[in-house]
């Protein structure tokens, strides 16, 4: 079936520096993907649909300079936390539909546990 | 987008069955009915997806009544590793840029 490849799976890094996460998917195009965080014991939140070739849509609420969404490529989009802060600390987990109408189009990456120090 | 109402958790015994139903009063004509799994600190993994009647793969059933407001997830014979997060999601999967929005999903523990 449909594999995306979420890198890293972990990072820590310093309070006001950036940090890039990579989304691929493995065996299909993806024209659309999806940003999400999670919280501790709580649901998904999707932050942003990232769209290749153009520019990513921004739910309400999240700021689209902080978190820069990048989708050169029918493979890959990536989000890019800026000056991140400890509150930026969370799972964050990225999904992929795949280019035609299917039964389930969607899957989801391993996540990345992004903690902020 | 069809909002979904699940119980927020529930216990259960291995070997047991394990029906977990999800409320979507709005459902609208083209949308499916997809439930994921997902194990802490892991992405959600697609177990089953249903637009009307009965719904059977090698790991759960979906079982959708003719007026499609609801769904449930039966899940045959649990064991200790089917504690995870049930979500249900509603949506039309065909259209471009469906988003999937999650509600708070459905905790199931299952105990020895």
């Known amino acids: 079936g449909a594999v995306v490849s979420q890198h890293p799976s972990w990072v820590i890094c310093k309070s006001g520096t950036s940090v890039k996460i990579e989304c691929r998917s493995l065996d299909f195009q993806a024209t659309t993907m999806f940003w999400y965080r999670q919280f501790p014991k709580q649901s998904l939140m999707l932050m942003a649909t990232s769209n290749e070739g153009s520019k990513a849509t921004y739910e309400q609420g999240v700021e689209k300079d902080k978190f820069l969404i990048n989708h050169a490529s029918l493979t890959l989009s990536t989000l890019t936390v800026t000056s991140a802060h400890p509150e930026d600390s969370s799972f964050y987990i990225c999904?992929?539909?795949?280019?035609?109408?299917?039964?389930?189009?969607?899957?989801f990456g391993s996540g990345t546990r992004l903690t902020v120090v | 987008l069809a909002k979904t109402t699940q119980p927020i958790s529930m216990d259960s015994y291995e070997g047991q069955e394990v029906n977990i139903t999800c409320s979507h009063n709005?459902?609208?004509?083209?949308?499916?009915i997809t439930w994921y799994q997902q194990f802490p600190s892991q992405g959600p993994r697609f177990i089953i997806q249903g637009y009307k009647t009965k719904v059977t793969n090698e790991v759960a059933s979906l079982f959708i009544p003719a007026d499609r407001k609801s769904s449930t997830l039966s899940l045959p014979r649990v064991s200790l590793s089917d504690t995870a997060v049930y979500y249900c999601?509603?949506?039309?999967?065909?259209?471009?840029?469906?988003?999937?929005?999650f509600g708070a999903g459905t905790r199931l523990f299952v105990k020895a």
């Open positions: 999601l509603v949506g039309d999967m065909v259209a471009r840029g469906f988003k999937t929005i």
């Open positions: 709005n459902i609208a004509t083209n949308d499916y």
């Open positions: 999904s992929a539909m795949d280019r035609g109408p299917e039964t389930y189009g969607y899957t």
